[in-house]
C-alpha cells in the first residue's frame, strides 16, 4: 500500500482508534434513533473528516504559504490560495455528495452458515446531479464503488459472513464517499436492521436416507410408462409444463399436475428422530445434507421435525420451506 | 520488495493525465533546466507509459535506486549545489521521473501530483509574467483533472472528469480572490533565500573595454518603468546614473569592485533649482546599482546609500523586482572642494598606452586659456571632425584610444566617453566615466516612461574648479539626436539608420508600447501588491489603517461568508425534487381521511375505500381525486390547482 494511508490518524493509534470510533457510533445510534425503511440521508447525519490524504494536502498548502510570505511571491500566493479554496469546495462538495440520497434495503438470499450473505442496499439519486465513488461498507468488507446518474437506482452488495444458522441481522451499515480529491472522508451510519436466513451448514459425510423412509411403504417398480396416468397432485414449482393438467385448470382455476405410475414416485421422508446422534446441530446438518441432494434429484422428499411436517413433495418452494425450518429448529426466538 | 508482477492497466486512464500535468508543471522550466533532465522525465514518462500498455512488471528496486543515485549525482555535478530555484527544481523534475518507474497504484499518483505543483509554484518563483496567472490557473485545473481520474470510474468521459474540476476551481476563485486580497502582507522575509534563477539577467557591465566586440545592448528588455509626479524632465536632461568608472589600465575602464558606502557624499551635494519627483519600478538586475535621475537626492528604498563617487546602491543586490520613490536635482554641484576626493585616482594614464592621445591633449591644453575652454575645444573636435556615430564599429587595437580618435574615428558613447576621459587626464583635469541610462519613451498608454537596456548609455564628469564634478556627454556633440530624441526617438525620425538601427512598424511599436501598459499594471498592482499597496487599498475599502488582526479577522469573515455561499450553492444542485404542491394537497386529504392506501392501490381505489369507511362526504371524495389526477397527469392549469386547494382546505 502507499505511505500515504499509513498516515491516515487510525493507523496510527488503533487501539484508541477503535475504543473511539465505538462509542461515536453508539452515540450516532442514539441520535439517529433506528430507521425506516426508506431513508433519506439529511445533511445532519452525514458525518466528514480530512483523510491521510488531506492532512498532507493542508501540510502542503501551509509549506506553500510560508514559502510566498518568505518571497513576498503575490502568484505564489494565488497559487495557493487557490488550492486552499479547492480543499475547502471539496469539503463541501464531499459532504453533498451523499445528501438526500434514498436507502433502502433490496433484500438478501439465504445462505448456508459459513458462507457469506449477500445483502442487498438499494441507493436512490433522485437529485438531477449525479453522485460519484460512494460504497457501502461493513466493519471487515466493503461493496464495490459506484457513481449514480440523476434519478438512477443502484443496488451495492454487502458481502457478510455467517457462522452460524438462523436469522442474520445487519446490524449497521455506512455509506461513504472520498469524492472529489480524497481530501475528505463523508460519511452516514444506517440503522435499517435488514434480516436475512441462514441455513445450517451441510454435513460433509452422511449415511444415505433409510430406505424404509420410503413412502406408502414402497417403491414404484412396475414399468407401466408414463403412459399410465395415476392421479392428479398439486402442482409444484418445478413440476413440467407438459404434465400440468391444462383441461382441469379451464374449469377450476386450480393448477394440478399429471401423475403417471411410471414415472419415479419415490418420496422419502428425513425424520428428525430416526438421525442417529445426539448432537442437535449435527442432526439438523445431516438433515439439511439430505434435503439438498434429494432436491438435487427432483425426487419428493417430506421433513418431519418435533413439532412440524412438510409432507413429500419437491420443487423451489418446497426446499425453501423445508431449509428454513431446519435454520430456526429449536431457537429460542427465531424472530428476534 | 516488489515481485516481478505485470502491472494490470488500471493506471490507463489516470496516468496520461498525471502526465500532461506534469508535463504542463515542468513546461516553464525547460529553458532553464539541463537538457539531461528533460530527457529523463520524458524517457520515464514514455517508459511507464508503455509498461502499464503492454502490462510489463516496472522495473526492480535495484535499478531504480541506482537510476536515483545517479540523478541526484547529475543534479549536484550541474549545479555543485541542491538549494535555490534552478536545483530545486531540477531535483523535484527527477523525482518525478524516478515516482513514475515505481507508480503501481492509482493512489501512488498523489505523490506525482503533489510534485507537479510544486513545479507550478517553482517556475512562478522564477518569473511572473502577465501570463502566468492563466498559467497556473489552467495548471491547477489539469492536476485537479489528474487527481479525479486517479479515483474515477474506468468509464468515466475526460469532458466530465474535466467539467467538475474546473466547476471547482471556478468555486474555489471568489475564496482564493478573498484570501489574496486580505491577507496581511509583511515587508520583510523570515529568511533571506536568495532566488537563483540561473539565468543571466540584462543589465549594465560594471567595466567597458571600447574596441572589443561591440558590447552595446540592442535589447528592447525593460531596465525601469518611471512615473513623474509633475513636468518630465526634456531627453537632454534625462541621465540616468548608474555606475562609475575611473580605474583605466589602458584598455578597460572599473571602477570600485565592492559597493561601497560614503558617509560624505550627500553632504557634498549642493542642491540648486527645483527638485523632480517620481517612482521607479526597477527590474531585476543581480547587482547593487540603484538607477535615479541625475543627481539624486532623496530616496526611500531601504538599506541604500550613496557610494564616495555618487553612486546610488543598495546593499543587497536587487534581484527582485523593487519600486521606490527618489528626488533629483538637475542643477547640482557635488564635490567642489577639492579636498572631497582623492585627486590622483581621476588622472591616472598607464605609461605608454595611448600615447598619441596624450600628445594631442597637451597640445590643445596648451592652446586654450581655461580647463573649461579646453573642454569646450575637444567637444569641437568631435563635432566639428571627422567622427561619426555608429553601433556598428570596427574592432581596436591594444592602443584603443590612439587608434579610436585617430584611424577609425567611429563609435558609440563607450568609444567617445573613453577617450574623452582619457584626454581629459591627459591634460591634467581629473576626470570619470558614468554608466547608466540616457533618454526613455513615454508610453502615451499608463503615462509613464520606459527605459531600456538599449538606452544604456555612458557620459564623463570632470572636475572643474569651483564648479564641481561636471557632467559632459561627448556624445551629444558628436550624435545630438541620440540625446535629444532618444535611441528610440532617433529610430524612427530616421537618424538611427545611420547608426545602424532598422525603424520597425510604428503599429507594432504601438502594440508593444499597450503590452507593456499592460504589464506596467500588473507589476504595480498584482505583483507589487505588498504591505503599502494593501494598506492603501484597505483604506480605499473603508478601513482606517488595519493592523494584521483586523485583516486576519476580515479574511476570516469574508471566507466564511463565501463558504457558506458555495455551500447553499451546492446544496441547490444536490437537492431532491421538491414535491409538487398537488401531491402535498393529496397527502392533506389522506391525513384527514384517517385511511392508509395501501401499496399498489390506486387513488380510485382509495376513494373508494375512503367513501366506505370514513366520514368525509363523498361527493368532496370523488371531486378531490378527480382534480388531483387531472392536475397530476393533465395539462398544466393552475386553476385546476387552485380548485383541488380549495375542496381539501374545505373539508
Excluded at chain 1, 439465504?110 to 461493513?138: D, E, M, T, W
Aim: aromatic share 10%; glycine share 6%; with cysteine.
Amino acid at each position: 500500500m502507499s505511505s500515504i494511508r499509513w498516515l491516515s490518524p487510525s493507523r496510527l493509534l488503533p487501539g484508541i482508534n477503535r475504543a473511539a470510533s465505538r462509542r461515536v457510533r453508539l452515540w450516532a445510534r442514539r441520535r439517529q434513533g433506528v430507521d425506516g425503511p426508506v431513508t433519506r440521508l439529511e445533511p445532519r447525519r452525514i458525518y466528514i473528516l480530512p483523510t491521510g490524504v488531506g492532512l498532507i494536502f493542508a501540510l502542503m498548502t501551509f509549506a506553500m504559504l510560508l514559502g510566498s510570505m518568505n518571497y513576498n511571491n503575490n502568484l505564489s500566493f494565488v497559487l495557493t490560495f487557490m488550492l486552499i479554496g479547492v480543499g475547502f469546495v471539496a469539503m463541501h462538495q464531499c459532504q453533498r455528495n451523499l445528501v438526500a440520497l434514498e436507502v433502502s434495503f433490496a433484500g438478501v438470499e439465504p445462505v448456508f452458515a459459513g458462507q457469506s450473505a449477500q445483502f442487498r442496499i438499494a441507493v436512490a439519486n433522485r437529485s438531477k446531479s449525479p453522485r460519484h465513488r460512494i460504497r457501502l461498507y461493513i466493519d471487515d468488507a466493503h461493496s464495490d464503488t459506484k457513481d449514480l446518474e440523476p434519478g438512477e437506482s443502484r443496488i451495492f452488495v454487502l458481502p457478510v459472513r455467517t457462522e452460524q444458522r438462523g436469522r442474520i441481522t445487519l446490524e449497521r451499515f455506512g455509506l461513504r464517499t472520498l469524492f472529489p480529491f480524497e481530501l475528505f472522508r463523508a460519511w452516514a451510519w444506517l440503522h435499517m436492521y435488514p434480516r436475512g436466513i441462514v441455513y445450517p451448514h451441510p454435513a460433509e459425510h452422511v449415511p444415505p436416507p433409510p430406505a424404509s423412509q420410503t413412502a406408502l411403504g414402497h417403491r414404484q417398480h412396475d414399468a407401466r410408462g408414463e403412459e399410465d396416468f395415476a392421479g392428479l397432485r398439486k402442482f409444484h414449482v418445478g413440476d413440467s409444463p407438459r404434465n400440468v393438467a391444462w383441461k382441469a385448470y379451464a374449469r377450476n382455476d386450480q393448477l394440478l399436475s399429471k401423475q403417471f405410475a411410471g414415472a419415479d414416485m419415490s418420496s422419502q421422508w428425513f425424520d428428525f428422530d430416526t438421525v442417529a446422534g445426539d448432537d442437535l446441530e449435527q442432526r439438523l446438518a445431516i438433515l439439511t445434507r439430505w434435503v439438498i441432494d434429494a432436491d438435487r434429484t427432483q425426487e419428493d422428499y417430506g421433513l418431519r421435525l418435533p413439532g412440524q411436517s412438510f409432507p413429500p413433495a419437491h420443487g423451489e418452494a418446497h426446499r425453501r420451506q423445508c431449509l428454513e425450518a431446519l435454520a430456526l429448529f429449536g431457537l429460542e426466538n427465531p424472530d428476534g | 520488495m516488489a515481485r516481478a508482477r505485470g502491472t494490470d492497466g488500471s493506471l490507463l486512464a489516470s496516468l496520461p493525465w498525471t502526465l500532461l500535468a506534469l508535463a504542463f508543471a515542468l513546461l516553464p522550466h525547460v529553458p532553464y533546466l539541463p537538457v539531461w533532465i528533460t530527457a529523463a522525465l520524458l524517457a520515464c514518462a514514455i517508459w511507464r507509459y508503455s509498461i502499464e500498455v503492454r502490462r510489463k512488471p516496472v522495473p526492480p528496486a535495484l535499478l531504480r535506486a541506482a537510476l536515483a543515485l545517479a540523478c541526484f549525482m547529475g543534479v549536484l555535478y550541474t549545479y555543485n549545489t541542491i538549494s535555490g530555484v534552478g536545483p530545486g527544481s531540477a531535483l523535484l523534475a527527477i523525482m518525478a521521473a524516478l515516482k513514475l518507474l515505481e507508480t503501481r497504484q492509482r493512489r501512488d499518483q498523489f505523490v506525482l501530483l503533489f510534485i507537479a505543483i510544486f513545479l507550478v509554484m517553482s517556475s512562478l518563483l522564477r518569473e511572473q509574467y502577465l501570463w502566468s496567472l492563466p498559467y497556473l490557473v489552467l495548471g491547477v485545473i489539469l492536476i485537479m483533472t489528474a487527481w479525479l481520474r486517479t479515483a474515477a470510474d474506468d468509464a468515466e468521459p475526460v469532458r466530465r472528469s474535466l467539467g467538475t474540476s474546473s466547476r471547482l476551481v471556478l468555486y474555489a476563485a471568489p475564496l482564493a480572490l478573498a484570501m489574496w486580497v486580505f491577507f496581511p502582507r509583511i515587508a520583510t522575509p523570515f529568511w533571506a533565500v536568495p532566488i537563483d534563477t540561473g539565468t543571466a539577467v540584462s543589465g549594465l557591465s560594471s567595466t567597458i573595454s571600447p574596441g572589443d566586440i561591440s558590447a552595446l545592448s540592442k535589447s528592447d528588455a525593460v531596465a525601469f518603468r518611471v512615473n513623474f509626479e509633475g513636468a518630465v524632465p526634456e531627453p537632454r536632461a534625462r541621465y540616468w546614473r548608474g555606475l562609475v568608472l575611473h580605474r583605466f589600465d589602458g584598455r578597460t575602464w572599473s571602477g570600485i569592485s565592492e559597493p561601497r558606502i560614503s558617509s560624505t557624499a550627500l553632504k557634498n551635494i549642493e542642491a540648486l533649482g527645483e527638485p523632480v519627483r517620481y517612482r521607479v519600478t526597477m527590474e531585476p538586475t543581480r547587482q547593487h546599482w540603484v538607477f535615479a535621475l541625475d543627481i539624486p537626492y532623496e530616496w526611500n528604498l531601504e538599506s541604500t546609500f550613496l557610494g564616495p563617487q555618487h553612486q546610488l546602491t543598495r546593499v543587497q543586490p536587487i534581484d527582485q523586482r523593487i519600486a521606490y520613490e527618489a528626488v533629483s536635482h538637475a542643477d547640482y554641484r557635488i564635490d567642489a572642494e577639492p579636498y572631497s576626493f582623492r585627486r590622483g585616482a581621476y588622472l591616472e594614464f598607464p605609461e605608454g598606452r595611448n600615447p598619441r592621445t596624450a600628445t594631442l591633449a597637451r597640445s590643445m591644453r596648451a592652446a586654450a586659456r581655461s580647463d573649461a575652454a579646453f573642454v569646450r575645444a575637444v567637444l569641437t573636435k568631435f563635432n566639428e571632425e571627422e567622427y561619426h556615430y555608429t553601433l556598428e564599429p570596427p574592432p581596436l587595437g591594444s592602443n584603443p584610444v590612439d587608434r579610436f580618435l585617430f584611424e577609425t574615428r567611429r563609435g558609440f558613447c563607450e568609444h567617445y566617453a573613453s577617450a574623452f576621459a582619457l584626454m581629459m587626464r591627459a591634460a591634467g583635469i581629473p576626470a570619470r566615466i558614468v554608466l547608466g541610462y540616457q533618454g526613455g519613451e513615454l508610453n502615451p498608454v499608463g503615462d509613464y516612461m520606459i527605459v531600456r537596456q538599449a538606452d544604456a548609455h555612458a557620459w564623463t564628469e570632470v572636475w572643474l574648479p569651483g564648479a564641481g564634478w561636471r557632467r559632459v556627454d561627448p556624445t551629444a556633440a558628436v550624435a545630438p539626436e541620440r540625446v535629444d530624441a532618444g535611441r528610440t526617438g532617433a529610430m524612427f525620425d530616421g537618424s538611427g539608420a545611420a547608426w545602424g538601427l532598422g525603424a520597425p512598424s510604428m503599429l507594432l511599436h504601438n502594440l508593444v508600447l499597450a503590452w507593456d501598459a499592460a504589464n506596467a499594471k500588473w507589476n504595480e498592482w498584482i505583483l507589487g501588491y505588498g504591505p503599502e499597496n494593501q494598506e492603501r487599498f484597505m483604506n480605499w475599502l473603508g478601513m482606517d489603517d488595519p493592523d494584521w488582526r483586523q485583516m486576519l479577522l476580515t479574511l476570516i469573515v469574508v471566507v466564511t461568508g463565501l463558504t457558506v455561499l458555495i455551500s447553499a450553492a451546492l446544496l441547490l444542485r444536490y437537492r431532491p425534487p421538491r414535491r409538487d404542491r398537488a401531491a402535498i394537497l393529496y397527502d392533506k386529504f389522506i391525513r384527514k381521511s384517517g385511511l392508509t392506501p395501501a401499496t399498489g392501490e390506486t387513488p380510485q381505489l382509495f376513494a373508494g375505500r375512503v367513501r366506505r369507511e370514513s366520514a368525509l362526504p363523498a361527493s368532496a371524495v370523488d371531486s378531490i381525486t378527480d382534480t388531483y389526477l387531472d392536475v397530476r397527469y393533465g395539462p398544466p392549469d393552475p386553476a385546476l390547482l387552485q380548485r383541488l386547494e380549495a375542496a381539501v382546505t374545505s373539508l
